[in-house]
């Protein structure tokens, strides 16, 4: 599948976008570390460059825009935070958040982001900073009036009751990917495990959560963990058990865990930092949390999360740089290195859940199941054997048969 020119165009602009956030953002953290611009400009290759938000413009999909739209309207963000945006540049701010709403309700988590600077800008008395407010209404009207005229439903976003069934179809999976492998199932379903009590999660799925609260806690942790894990990038899979799923995995959680490091380790020295460079951390902070809040009780599916990940690459750039020979480098490294593991360990845990991901696996190698005769049966545990196999994992497999007739891993033990 080679690279059109449209796909192209929709890049180079996305990347564009990502610059401006960049600059927003640049020099963040640049306080503690000594080379605050050498900082800034790591930081900038890093949002511009940030390698799984650059996989969408090929596929169309409303990340595309709104990725661009949130990296430009958290550089405006932290400009007006150091009180470099005119008062009436809120305005713009609010239409882009607004609009970056529009074209994906999901896009809820920016709009408390927006708040803080809108409430920043009033507490400084920049009065015509409240535009910032209205005009993040301004896109939702057409909206509001066709839903409401043609629907019968007085809401700017989605008229189907969309919320209610994501609830429910979070309690019964724990992620989910797409395919596009010719004679799939379009869902590549990672299973819940820790599912209890089906009947209450389909009526009452956020009840659930409070009813069974083991199992609703340890559903939550893996839903909050699959939003920053990366086992499968691309947005459409054509592979379900691609081969450098483990090392994109551990990349993925290495850098987030240098983006968290540094985001805490500027925050400890915020007696030194400026007001933009504390906004930095606040910002994004409040990104993250707002982030987790809406999607951990819902569906997950693996590109949420790269909202995320695109401030945290940013950190961990500054981190990189401002670590250059300083004593606590090599201790750092070693943490990341036990956070690479063990983020690879738990997205490795989490493929297994998944059948549809475990049977690719068996069909690319038959000897990964470890037992090759076929018996008789409907479903029977047929035999289990450890084995490191082409993934470099090593694991208990056990093996059922499907109706389809071929060998699949269930679980583990």
Known sequence: MGVRLPDLGMAIGEGGGAAGAGVGVGGSGGAPFRGAAACGSAQLAAVVAHSFALLYPRYYLTETLSLSMGTALLAGAIAAWAGRLPGWLHAVGGLVCGAMVMVRPANLFMVPVW????????????????????????????????????????TPFVATKLVPLQQRMG??????????????????????????DVEAATADPLGWYFRHPIAGLKTWVVHVFALFDQDLPLPYVEDPAPWY???????????????????????????????????????????????IGLHS???VEGRYGVALLIPLYGFAAVGLVGLRGRKEGLAVGAVLLVVS??????????????PAIQGAMVAQDPGLGGVAERLTGRGQWTG????????????????????????????SR
Not at 116 to 127: E, I, K, N, P
Not at 128 to 144: C, S
Request: hydrophobic share 50%.
């Open 171 to 196: 309690v019964l999976f724990l992620k989910y990917a797409t395919s596009i492998v010719p004679g799939a199932d379009a869902r590549i379903k990672y299973e819940n495990p820790f599912l209890v």
């Open 297 to 299: 009780l819902m569906l």
């Open 384 to 411: 289990c054997t450890i084995r490191l196999g082409r993934h470099g994992r090593c694991r208990w497999q056990r093996l059922a048969r499907t109706r389809k007739g071929f060998w699949f891993p269930m679980g």
């Open 115 to 154: 708040l803080l600077v809108v409430g920043l800008a009033l507490r400084r008395r920049q009065w015509v900073a409240v535009l910032g407010l209205f005009f993040i209404l301004i896109p939702w009207w057409p909206q509001y009036r066709n839903n409401q005229l043609y629907h019968g439903e007085a």
């Open 245 to 291: 799923s483990p090392f994109v995995a551990g990349a993925n959680w290495a850098v987030v865990g240098l983006g968290f490091w540094t985001m805490g380790f500027v925050w400890r020295r915020r007696s030194e930092l400026t007001a933009g460079e504390k906004g930095a951390v606040i910002l994004t902070g409040t990104l993250i949390l707002g982030h």
């Open 341 to 354: 593991g063990a983020g690879v360990t738990a997205s490795t845990w989490l493929q297994r859940q998944a």
